[in-house]
């Protein structure tokens, strides 16, 4: 008895369990429109160029320097991880990249805090 595979589905199983001489493995198999009964993949997210990134994150810096971004978006982007390119926290990034400030070290509070 050789190795079988469990992998999940229903209709798979070992070779061993097709003994019949007709068939052959090297035609796909026809399903009976299951697949299309089902519900269609959902789109792909779309991913933001820099651009967009950077203008969004600017954005949600200005409301920061404003007084007028709301404590959950604030909280949700405190929470996100440093970029791992540069090394900088979100704010840090905006700041680089609009040129207010180089962050050569990285300073701990953005410069309208300072």
Not at 32 to 60: F, M, N, Q, T
Not at 67 to 95: C, N, S, Y
Request: proline share 10%.
């Amino acid at each position: 008895m050789g190795n079988t595979l469990d992998c999940g589905l229903s209709d798979c199983g070992s070779p061993e369990q097709h003994t019949d001489e007709t068939t052959d493995y090297s035609k796909p198999i026809e399903y009976d429109g299951a697949r299309e009964a089902k519900a269609p993949a959902p789109a792909p997210k779309k991913i933001l160029s820099s651009l967009e990134v950077h203008r969004h994150l600017k954005e949600y810096y200005e409301a920061w320097k404003n007084g007028t971004i709301q404590p959950k978006q604030l909280e949700m982007l405190q929470k996100m991880p440093v970029d791992p390119a540069t090394g900088l926290l979100w704010w840090q990034w905006v700041e680089r990249h609009s040129g207010i400030c180089e962050h050569q070290p990285p300073r701990d509070k953005p410069v309208f805090l300072s």
